[in-house]
Every structure is written in C-alpha cells, then in structure tokens.
C-alpha cells in the first residue's frame, strides 16, 4: 500500500487525460475523483468559489489512501472518503493534483478492473478493447433521478447493467453500458464473457443536468464521467447462475 502523504502538485498527469486545472466554477454540484500523491479527495463545486462561503459553512476534506489491487474491499479509501467543499488553490499554488493510476498488466480482470477507481479505468485503459467474465445483473433494481440526462444510455446516474465476480458475495459495482447501436443486455444470471472499451466517442456529446427544474452540471465533469462509462461492444453467453440472488 501507497504511505506518500505530499499534497504539491507535480503537474504530471497520466497518459490520456489533459490536466483539468483550477476548479473555481461550474453550475450545480459537479463531483469529481481527485488526488494529491497517494491521496483522494472527493470535491463538490458550485457557482461560487469556497474562499466566498459564509464563515459558518463547513470544509470537508477526507483522504484515503489507494490499497492494492485487487481485490475491491472496504478499507480506508472507502471508509473515509466524503463529498464536501475544499479550496482549489490561490494565484500561486494549486492545493488539488491528479493522483497516479494504478495501472495493471493486461489482460485485466474484473476483480481487479472493479477495486479500481472510475477514473484509473479511464487512465490506464482509455478506449483500449478489454474481455471480461462474470455475471450479470440486479434482481429488482431500479430508480428515478429527476433531470436531464442525454444521451440517456450512457449518462444517467441510475445503471444497474452489474457485471459481478460472485453475485451471492456482492453485487457489482462494476457496471456496464449498452449502446442502443449494440447488444441488447443479457439476462439477469446470465454468466457472459464480454468484450467493452471505456471513453466511448457519445462520451463528447453527454450533458447532466439533475434537479427540478433541471440544472446542467459543469461541462469538464460530465464529460469526464460519460468517457468513465464501460460501454459493451459484444459478449457471448457461457452459462448461467442457478443460485442467482
């Protein structure tokens, strides 16, 4: 496991992500997965710049530190990770920096592909062609988020298409797209071998905008969440889950 703590930025980024620069502005709530060294912070940005909030209103920062991979499990990066404000920098230093993917050799697998961060998928595998097993679906899974969300197979918030290691263990989290120009999804149980890419080309055309009435989030997030999407291209069926929860 990772121990370095140092926050300055290093102005290095990885291969296949333009750096994202300060994050004063945006409308509406805009998450995004960030990192100094070998920490993340999770930060939620508005129309206004944190250093202009009342004096009452509260600053989270929680850090965590990147485990190895694989496997996904539930140590201090998931325990202490939050949503919360925290400043971007002033006219001379950055506070926030990407932080390093943990990239893995290929062929991935999709327990390791699952204990990494959205964002590391995206930087270490960009629309590179990946296979991966498990099985599918979410018995009884569904709900509504209201807003706008275009194209709606790729950016709504709600997708529950899991691709599981072991569903009676822990259903998803990884999830998978299904492009209306593609498969449909198999069925619920249904073991597959799937072949997907992540930073799918609709990825340029995404916009978020949640709430009633709808509010559009900032441009630089919703794009880099739509291109974190794994979008399937083809999977074969190879069996099925008689013990499906």
Same mark, same amino acid.
């Given at each position: 496991?990772?121990?370095?703590?140092?926050?300055?930025?290093? &102005?290095?980024? @990885? %291969?296949?992500?333009?750096? #994202?620069? +300060?994050? $004063?502005?945006?409308?509406?709530?805009?998450? =995004? !997965?960030?990192?100094?060294?070998?920490?993340?912070?999770?930060?939620?940005?508005?129309?206004?710049?944190? &250093?202009?909030? @009342? %004096?009452?209103?509260?600053? #989270?920062? +929680?850090? $965590?530190?990147?485990?190895?991979?694989?496997? =996904? !499990?539930?140590?201090?990066?998931?325990?202490?990770?939050?949503?919360?404000?925290?400043?971007?920098?002033?006219?001379?230093?950055?506070?926030?920096?990407?932080?390093?993917? +943990?990239?893995?050799?290929?062929?991935?697998?999709?327990?390791?592909?699952?204990?990494?961060?959205?964002?590391?998928?995206?930087?270490?595998?960009?629309?590179?062609?990946?296979?991966?097993?498990?099985?599918?679906?979410?018995?009884?899974?569904?709900?509504?988020?209201?807003?706008?969300?275009?194209?709606?197979?790729?950016?709504?918030?709600?997708?529950?298409?899991?691709?599981?290691?072991?569903?009676?263990?822990?259903?998803?989290?990884?999830?998978?797209?299904?492009?209306?120009?593609?498969?449909?999804?198999?069925?619920?149980?249904?073991?597959?071998?799937?072949?997907?890419?992540?930073?799918?080309?609709?990825?340029?055309?995404?916009?978020?905008?949640?709430?009633?009435?709808?509010?559009?989030?900032?441009?630089?997030?919703?794009?880099?969440?739509?291109?974190?999407?794994?979008?399937?291209?083809?999977?074969?069926?190879?069996?099925?889950?008689?013990?499906?929860?």
């Amino acid at each position: 496991m990772s121990t370095t703590t140092a926050v300055r930025p290093r &102005r290095v980024h @990885p %291969p296949g992500l333009a750096p #994202l620069g +300060r994050i $004063g502005g945006g409308i509406g709530p805009t998450v =995004l !997965s960030l990192g100094a060294g070998a920490l993340l912070w999770e930060v939620g940005a508005r129309i206004w710049n944190v &250093r202009f909030l @009342p %004096p009452l209103s509260e600053v #989270l920062i +929680r850090l $965590g530190e990147l485990t190895d991979l694989p496997p =996904l !499990s539930d140590g201090p990066l998931l325990t202490t990770s939050a949503i919360g404000w925290v400043a971007d920098g002033d006219d001379t230093e950055a506070y926030i920096q990407l932080v390093d993917p +943990r990239c893995t050799p290929r062929p991935v697998s999709l327990a390791t592909l699952e204990a990494m961060q959205p964002w590391e998928q995206l930087a270490c595998f960009g629309p590179e062609q990946i296979t991966l097993e498990g099985t599918f679906g979410c018995s009884g899974c569904a709900a509504s988020v209201p807003g706008t969300f275009e194209p709606g197979w790729l950016a709504h918030p709600m997708n529950f298409g899991f691709l599981s290691v072991d569903p009676n263990a822990r259903i998803g989290p990884f999830a998978m797209r299904f492009a209306p120009s593609g498969p449909p999804p198999p069925a619920v149980g249904q073991i597959v071998r799937v072949v997907g890419h992540f930073d799918d080309p609709a990825a340029g055309s995404c916009t978020i905008s949640p709430g009633e009435p709808p509010v559009p989030l900032d441009p630089l997030a919703t794009g880099l969440y739509c291109r974190e999407q794994f979008v399937v291209e083809s999977f074969e069926v190879t069996g099925t889950d008689p013990d499906f929860p």
